[in-house]
């Protein structure tokens, strides 16, 4: 039977005709297209020279309904650009919008696929990142040589209340220190501590470790960068957290300039540090390098040496200094020695090797070049994590184990390059247009 609604609609309908509701499809003659600074342009051109099928494994199924495995990478690459991670909502939009269905060249992949790719790029994902990273950093014509390094701690996909009960829990240590042993445990790895350098607003290097502490994983992700490239970065500037003397020495030998802040860095002008009269650190220092007691003594009377080996192997050589005689006539003795103090006078300790890298860093960090990067490090590192938090809403891991979470957390970093590369090109693209215009 012929539906008379149906051709109202497909003819001349006015504004208050409706097809009715067995119609499945219509047939659409309006010329659809997009915007010619679509993300997805600036998306194909950094993507242009990089060959996805490498990163996962071919389609070995005779099923004809298979798709091509680098073309869901590519496709998954561009949700995480423009802050889609959900693989229902990758394969829903592979149906419903004109730049996914270009990228999938009109296939409609279920999201079991995309679960399949991700699997497989779990093995593969570092490579998949420095190749992609590197493409961008050299279509920006970006310096690598000198990198902002700082990590944050993002929660893992474990109980939410976790966090919430921590203090309850510690509180109640006497009453339940069998389960509070427990829940320390599995406490330490709620969250995970997530590593970047950034290079003129690029991330150039990401990995994810379990380790709360910023300084043990100094020499792994130093490691990370020459494993891929070949090199090291010649200055990777890093805040008071990636200090120390293991760290110091690691950069020696490899041909690292020293611009990470040590611990201690910049106490000499905190007034509240400088207020601890009695403690060694804060006291002045002579001409010849020894310390000065809040009394007037200078502690240069050396009594022996001390040497151990501490975490990467290193040798440590301590020189100890004290004026016992003095300490015994000191007025300030009750105040100035600790209660532990057995001995009844007080020692100082020297490091010398570590005071001279110390001071190389502090040569390094008072130039113009080392104010100037310890401005930029700050606005770029902390800029990179405030917009992939805020602006890409990446505040948890959706996924479990570590080599998932590494996944998820490069793919981020890849989503921020891209969407870092899209701004760049959208700046040029119209300042062509306005100088054709």
């Known amino acids: 039977m012929e539906n008379k609604n149906a051709e109202r609609v497909f003819g001349q309908p006015d504004q208050h005709t409706y097809y009715n509701a067995v119609q499945l499809s219509l047939p659409v003659n309006t010329l659809i297209s997009l915007e010619k600074d679509d993300p997805v342009f600036a998306f194909l051109e950094a993507v242009e020279s990089i060959d996805f099928s490498r990163y996962v494994r071919p389609v070995t199924s005779n099923n004809t309904r298979s798709h091509d495995r680098g073309m869901l990478v590519k496709v998954l690459l561009f949700g995480y650009m423009n802050g889609v991670k959900s693989v229902n909502e990758l394969s829903r939009l592979c149906r419903t919008d004109l730049r996914y269905l270009y990228l999938s060249s009109e296939e409609r992949p ?133 200090g120390g003397y293991d760290n110091y020495l690691y950069n020696i030998r490899n041909g690292i300039e020293l611009v990470q802040k040590f611990p201690m860095y910049g106490k000499e002008h905190d007034k509240k540090f400088a207020s601890r009269k009695y403690l060694p650190q804060s006291w002045k220092i002579s001409e010849d390098g020894y310390r000065i007691c809040p009394k007037g003594r200078v502690f240069d009377q050396r009594g022996a040496d001390r040497e151990t080996v501490i975490r990467c192997g290193n040798s440590v050589i301590q020189q100890i200094f004290t004026e016992g005689r003095h300490c015994a006539k000191c007025g300030m003795k009750k105040e100035c020695l600790n209660k532990s103090n057995r001995c009844g006078f007080k020692t100082i300790t020297k490091n010398v090797i570590r005071e001279e890298l110390e001071s190389k860093v502090r040569e390094n960090l008072s130039t113009e070049e080392g104010i100037r990067l310890k401005t930029e490090r700050s606005e770029q590192v902390e800029g990179a994590f405030g917009v992939m938090k805020q602006d890409m809403k990446f505040t948890r891991f959706h996924r479990k184990n570590l080599k998932n979470v590494r996944m998820e957390f490069i793919l981020n970093c890849l989503g921020y390059d891209l969407l870092k590369y899209y701004r760049c090109w959208l700046s040029i693209y119209h300042s062509q247009t306005e100088y054709r215009n």
């Open 110 to 242: 279920s999201a079991v696929a995309f679960f399949r790719v991700c699997d497989q790029l779990t093995t593969s994902i570092d490579s998949l990142f420095f190749d992609l990273s590197g493409e961008i950093t050299a279509l920006l014509d970006i310096n690598t040589s000198t990198q902002f390094v700082d990590g944050t701690k993002i929660e893992a996909n474990a109980q939410k209340n976790t966090f919430v009960y921590r203090k309850r829990i510690v509180n109640a240590r006497d009453r339940l220190s069998l389960r509070i042993t427990e829940s320390i445990k599995s406490l330490d790895h709620a969250c995970y501590n997530c590593q970047i350098a950034v290079a003129d607003g690029i991330i150039v290097n990401s990995e994810v470790y379990q380790t709360p502490s910023d300084a043990v994983t100094w020499i792994s992700f130093m490691d990370r960068w020459n494993r891929y490239t070949g090199t090291y970065p010649e200055k990777p500037v890093a805040d008071t957290g990636y």
